[in-house]
């Protein structure tokens, strides 16, 4: 079991885990804690009622990735979630390629439909086809970094012998982890994804983020079995599928650390490979020491001596 950090972006949290200074403090303590990723999240446009009814801040997923590139050297750049209909392909081709040019390697592209409506709407984007423009995109960027040119028939635009160049550092590109947790995005893992990334959550939350509830780690467990099997009967080595899992007990530290090393072993035993922790963010100071303790007690006893 690995583990993500993500950055604590909640509304109301401390402004100093907003400073260059603090950023890379926390992204270095997350590396020295054992962590094997850090993750930011992407709302490029998000509506006051969002925010107001328990929404969180952003940065730019990929401005900020890049920086924490520049900060590091072992820990894994995670976008969590990049929304794939937000971007043209070709301009999001050369930004992930860029950062994984800088990252030496090290972005993995956690990738969804999203699912604001509002957010759609404010940035043009047609939020009835967000599911047609993620499988264009998803296939254009596999395409633009395979091809020595690159020929696509887009929905909204046309790509005619267009050279990207210089590509990813890995390759054939860097992982796709497919985020969400319906069938479609089951399907997306298991046909082309490197990894698939749902979240636990109730029926309350499911209809917030539009996407089905994933109520337990047995039902995870239920999930994986499937997208294993798909990925085999595709011919694809279903083994070798990443799992990361996101629920609410890897963050509940009010029972303390041993309760949440027992939480992450139920991910683990459900099939998961990562598991997302997201420290308080209420102030910069208590974020770090968290970050430190969490790898102290839950991270470093359960890795290979």
């Known amino acids: 079991m690995k583990f993500t950090l993500r950055y604590p972006m909640q509304a109301g949290c401390d402004p100093q885990l907003l400073t260059t200074g603090t950023i890379a403090r926390v ?3 997350a590396e020295n804690a054992g962590f094997g990723a850090i993750a930011f999240t992407e709302h490029p446009a998000p509506s006051a009622e969002w925010l107001e009814s328990g929404g969180h801040h952003s940065l730019d997923v990929l401005t900020a990735l890049a920086f924490v590139a520049g900060l590091t050297s072992r820990i894994r750049l995670l976008t969590y979630l990049l929304v794939l209909p937000y971007r043209n392909p070709l301009l999001l081709a050369k930004q992930v390629s860029t950062a994984d040019i800088l990252s030496g390697g090290r972005l993995t592209l956690a990738i969804g439909t999203g699912y604001l409506r509002s957010e759609f709407a404010a940035l043009g984007v047609d939020f009835d086809e967000r599911n047609e423009l993620f499988d264009e995109c998803a296939e254009l960027l596999t395409t633009a970094w395979t091809s020595a040119t690159c020929d696509f028939e887009g929905r909204h635009f046309q790509a005619r012998s267009q050279i990207l160049i210089p590509g990813p550092v890995q390759l054939p590109h860097p992982p796709l982890w497919i985020g ?13 994804g490197q990894g698939w990334t749902p979240i636990i959550m109730d029926e309350r939350k499911s209809l917030i983020t539009r996407t089905p509830a994933l109520t337990s780690p047995a039902a995870l467990a239920s999930a994986i079995s499937e997208l294993r099997q798909r990925a085999s009967d595709l011919e694809r080595d279903g083994a070798a599928l990443d799992i990361q899992a996101q629920w609410v007990a890897v963050n509940d530290l009010t029972a303390g650390y041993s309760a949440v090393a027992d939480a992450a072993g139920q991910l683990a035993d459900a099939g998961a490979t990562w598991a997302v922790f997201e420290p308080p963010g209420d102030e910069a100071e208590q974020t ?3 970050i430190a303790a969490f790898g102290a007690n839950v991270i470093k006893p359960n890795m290979p001596q």
Not at 180 to 192: E, H
């Open 288 to 290: 770090i020491d968290v």
């Open 180 to 192: 969400g947790n319906s069938r479609r995005s089951l399907r997306r893992a298991a046909t082309f």
């Open 27 to 29: 992204a270095r303590a």
